[in-house]
């Protein structure tokens, strides 16, 4: 047994190529199991760990399986190949060529990633109305990523990168510099996605640019809003981010308040009905809740009744429809009642 022991360890001893052949054997065993670690990782436990995702609410979970799905097999072997060398003595070059090919994979790898996962968060934070500009910035943020992935692989290398990022830095400041209104108005784009003040189709009011209108775009410099006219404005984006903004599709309701006027012959007992006409006149209406009516005022020519209601909806046209409906009803009432309007007018006395 003593001798069969000797025997084995001489040729485990036994040297090939600056290595053992127990090294050999121990690289081999590592090289196996990490394969087999990794190819139950990625036929069984994945399949796991999807299932659960799909039973979840969140979508970034769905999104990190499918990056992790998206690493191929010559990755997987890369790895091992790397772990299963690390015991053995190899030429720099050969080492040196299985380092930079697992940098290279490794990287590779962490920028697809990166550009799914960016992807991923645009398209979440602003929907497919936002598809042009989205894209863009997502080309932006793709070249950033490639460029610091080339810088890594270049640092290690072993290209002294110091000149170029001092070079590329000084470079940056400069380009911020001279652009730094475009750079404040892709900030507030994305402002503008997060916080989400309006979106495309959104009917606005900026009441210190007197304008009104519907949003027809949002883009990364400017936001195109169609007024009531027919033209298009266009406002950039850091511009209408210091505005007061009113956004009338919010609206789950309109608020009427209006004012009607009468003369001063009017007798007391018809001053007395008008709240009432007007109330019923309104209750009459579909989508609308009365709130209430009084006398407001005694005016230089009339009596005034402020009158407030609600109309159930945001829609614009049919708030004008309405409340065109209401004033014709309470015009044919006051007719009915002999209620005459107010207008202004002047009493001449001779003396």
Do not use: C
């Amino acid at each position: 047994m003593k001798e069969i022991f000797i025997k084995a360890n001489e040729y485990l001893s036994y040297s090939f190529l600056s290595n053992s052949l127990y090294k050999y054997i121990t690289s081999f065993v590592i090289f196996f199991i990490s394969i087999k670690i990794l190819y139950y990782f990625k036929k069984y436990a994945l399949s796991k760990i999807e299932e659960l995702s799909k039973k979840t609410e969140t979508k970034i979970d769905d999104a990190l399986v499918e990056i992790i799905k998206g690493i191929s097999w010559l990755e997987y072997q890369i790895i091992a190949i790397y772990l299963a060398t690390r015991n053995l003595t190899f030429p720099t070059t050969l080492s040196n060529i299985i380092k930079y090919l697992l940098i290279f994979s490794i990287t590779y790898r962490v920028v697809i990633s990166l550009e799914k996962l960016l992807k991923f968060a645009l398209e979440e934070i602003s929907g497919k109305e936002y598809e042009k500009s989205i894209k863009t910035i997502g080309l932006i943020f793709r070249i950033m990523i490639w460029i610091i992935a080339v810088l890594f692989v270049l640092n290690n290398l072993g290209v002294r990168i110091t000149a170029l990022l001092t070079g590329l830095g000084i470079g940056g400041i400069a380009i911020a510099m001279a652009i730094q209104t475009i750079l404040g108005d892709i900030f507030n784009f994305f402002v503008i996605l997060m916080d989400k003040p309006f979106k495309i189709g959104d009917f606005i009011n900026l009441p210190s640019q007197n304008l009104s209108g519907t949003v027809e775009e949002i883009g990364l410099k400017s936001v195109k809003i169609r007024a009531l006219r027919g033209e298009i404005f266009i406002i950039t984006n850091s511009k209408i981010m210091s505005e007061i903004i009113e956004n009338f599709s919010e609206m789950k309701e309109r608020r009427v308040v209006f004012n009607i006027g009468v003369i001063y012959e009017t007798p007391i007992e018809k001053l007395k009905m008008i709240p009432d006409i007007i109330e019923k006149s309104i209750k009459k209406i579909k989508n609308t809740r009365f709130e209430r009516s009084n006398l407001s005022n005694l005016n230089s020519y009339s009596i005034d009744f402020e009158s407030v209601y609600y109309i159930t909806s945001s829609d614009y046209n049919l708030y004008v429809k309405t409340h065109e409906e209401a004033l014709l009803e309470i015009s044919k009432k006051f007719n009915e009642n002999d209620i005459e309007f107010a207008y202004p007018t002047q009493k001449i006395y001779n003396i």
